[in-house]
């Protein structure tokens, strides 16, 4: 199936994945979760949400639990250059047939919120409310020591629709898995717009849902860590996956569900991406090493389970990958 070209002058300019909006049902036991066990640093409550950032970041938040009556994906936030991409961006919707409107989000500038064509519902700004990063201040470290948010990555029916759109907003694929043959359809991507692997995955699967979030951790020792603290804080059953050792994108990798079941990785060692030649890495889907590296299959529930976005009908993906899976 084809394979997007890089495209260099995107109808907007977006910089990086931002931050990503949960609705959670207990606010207290989502904030214990990713405060004390994960390690990230709150940085704003009140009754209804609770904001909270990796120590590297520089920006208000990263991460926003709201409460909710039921578990769901919000909304995903990226950063754009500046203030004009968002009004590039509204134009860019409007001749596309894109929904999208204004809204206020507390702590952030102007902020543009669209559903794309595929149910995934995001949020792009340019500015937030800055605060000191926590790089060096190791006294407040807990934790797998969060550094900052890495990427998302999506459940998709439609997978090369989903590849497509994205590619044309200037997302750059670094590595998919695919079928063999000549008709082999790609049955996941990892796309970029920050120079690393990937801000935004797109992988065959029920959707629209959101499969997990990540935050990018100084070492390998950190994840390790985390799992000595979940086992011995009574979290042992929301390790979900690994440690391990991803074939896509090198990382080191750990998959946790926090008290909703919202899946966030832990996740470090990737590679950079930026050169404008870069070449995208295939993974044919039969090979054990793209999943893991040293060829533990995943779990059946990371194929199966994920967050949906709020009011989006789920939809059965296009085609059902043959995958390997641990049962
Ligand atoms: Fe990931």
New binding site residues.
């Given amino acids: 199936m084809p394979v997007p070209t890089h495209v260099f002058d995107p109808p907007f300019n977006i910089i990086r994945s931002s931050h990503a909006v949960l609705d959670v049902t207990n606010l207290e036991a989502s904030r214990k979760f990713y405060e004390s066990v994960i390690g990230l640093h709150v940085e704003d409550v009140d009754d209804k949400a609770v904001f909270l950032r990796g120590s590297e970041e520089r920006q208000h938040h990263s991460l926003v639990l709201r409460k909710a009556a039921a578990p769901a994906a919000n909304r995903l936030g990226f950063k754009v250059a500046n203030d004009t991409d968002l009004d590039k961006a509204a134009s860019f919707f409007s001749e596309n047939g894109v929904s999208y409107a204004f809204a206020e989000q507390p702590f952030q500038g102007r902020t543009l919120q669209f559903t794309d064509p595929f149910g995934f519902q995001l949020e792009l700004y340019a500015t937030m409310e800055k605060r000191p990063h926590l790089l060096r201040r190791y006294d407040l470290y807990r934790g797998c020591h969060p550094q900052r948010l890495?990427?998302?990555?999506v459940f998709a029916p439609e997978v090369q629709g989903t590849v497509d759109f994205y590619a044309r907003l200037g997302f750059r694929l670094t590595e998919y898995a695919e079928e063999d043959g000549e008709n082999g359809r790609i049955a996941a991507a990892w796309m970029h717009r920050k120079g690393n692997v990937?801000d935004f995955?797109i992988t065959n699967g029920k959707g629209p849902r959101l499969?997990?979030?990540?935050y990018w951790v100084p070492t390998a020792m950190n994840i390790i860590h985390l799992c000595d603290v979940m086992a011995s804080s009574g979290y042992l059953k929301n390790i979900e996956r690994g440690p391990g050792r991803?074939g896509i994108?090198n990382?080191f990798?750990l998959y946790v569900r926090d008290p909703d079941g919202h899946r966030l990785?832990i996740?470090t060692s990737d590679y950079n991406t930026m050169d404008h030649d870069h070449e995208p890495l295939r993974w044919s889907l039969r090979d054990p090493r793209r999943q893991t590296l040293w060829g533990a299959p995943a779990p059946r529930s990371w194929f199966e389970q994920g967050s949906p976005f709020p009011n989006q009908p789920l939809r059965e993906p296009a085609f059902v990958a043959d995958v390997v899976i641990a049962d």
Wanted: hydrophobic fraction near 40%.
């Fill in positions: 890495d990427h998302f990555n990937h995955a499969h997990h979030f990540a991803h994108s990382a990798f990785e996740y």
